[in-house]
């Protein structure tokens, strides 16, 4: 009896050390989940732009990206409910956008949306009776791609880069490792906490408000007349980030911290710019 006994609870024993020693598939995928999910909340996306034949393809209800050109916009019938339809077309294919009529009166300034206009769009895919569309949900969704030929670049002396003007409210999560260039009123300014904090300014315009980072390298480099003053306009050059859920402009360039507007970049400027490198230094 002892014997049996002993052969069982032996038996019991090397049951459960083997399925301790086995991988649950369940713990793991839970595992890898939770890294997807720190890492997502810590990084900023990266965009992932589809073209049009990916984006009919998507799952309905997710989000994409896409980069396409306007075919052309059809209005809704007066006292009607019906949307805006904007039909799209990149090398791929094409497809149409909705926009409702509340989503449209929200956007700023609608002449850009019109056929031949390259745009950037954030939507939801989804389909209408057999057809696939994106539906456009917040006003600062669709944009005019940067760099086409409407788009107002900024430059400050001494910058290397361009800046892509835009008010605060039309910066999106489209917006994010795009170099912008804002204007408005500092209504926030705070100095680091520790060593590694960056100072943070909140700067605001008609259309919003959004928070501006640099570190302490910049910081030095930042000239007395240009140091933001709470109250007073500020006009601002960086890189759209996001971090823990909201969108956030970068420094990268101490000088694009400025109390005096800056200067739209044109062919003209430009072509100064040249005549000046061109000639030779004075003795």
């Known amino acids: 009896m002892r014997r049996s006994l002993l052969a069982a609870l032996t038996t019991t024993a090397v049951a459960g050390l083997l ?3 086995v991988p649950s598939k369940a713990t793991g995928s839970n595992n890898e989940e939770a890294t997807r999910t720190t890492t997502s ?3 900023s996306p990266s965009i992932n732009w589809l073209d049009i034949t990916r984006a009919n393809r998507a799952p309905v209800d997710s989000n994409v990206y896409v980069r396409c050109t306007i075919v052309s916009v059809a209005e809704p019938r007066p006292d009607s409910r019906q949307p805006y339809s904007v039909y799209l077309m990149d090398g791929t294919g ?3 956008a909705v926009i409702f009529q509340d989503t449209w009166r929200q956007i700023p300034n609608t002449d850009f949306i019109r056929p031949g206009i390259k745009v950037d769009i954030f939507g939801q ?3 209408y009776r057999g057809q696939r ?3 456009i949900a917040q006003p600062n969704h669709i944009r005019m791609t940067p760099g086409s030929s ?3 670049m900024m430059t400050s002396s001494g910058s290397s880069q361009e800046y892509t003007a835009m008010s605060v409210g039309a910066i999106s999560l489209l917006s994010v490792g795009q170099r912008v260039a804002i204007s408005g009123t500092v209504s926030k300014f705070d100095t680091p906490t520790t060593d590694r904090s960056p100072y943070r300014i909140e700067v605001r315009d008609p259309t919003g408000s959004i928070d501006v980072v640099y570190w302490d390298q910049h910081e030095r480099e930042v000239s007395p007349e240009n140091r933001p003053v709470i109250g007073r306009d500020i006009h601002i050059g ?3 980030s996001e971090f ?3 969108l956030q402009i970068r420094i990268d360039e101490p000088q694009m911290i400025s109390r005096r507007p800056f200067a739209p970049q044109t062919a003209s400027n430009e072509e100064e710019v040249s005549e000046e490198e061109g000639k030779p230094e004075s003795r």
């Open 133 to 135: 569309q994106l539906t």
């Open 19 to 21: 399925l301790l020693s």
């Open 244 to 246: 823990r859920g909201d």
């Open 238 to 240: 960086g890189v759209v």
């Open 150 to 152: 409407e788009t107002v």
């Open 125 to 127: 895919a989804g389909e």
């Open 94 to 96: 094409t497809t149409r």
């Open 41 to 43: 909340s810590t990084t």
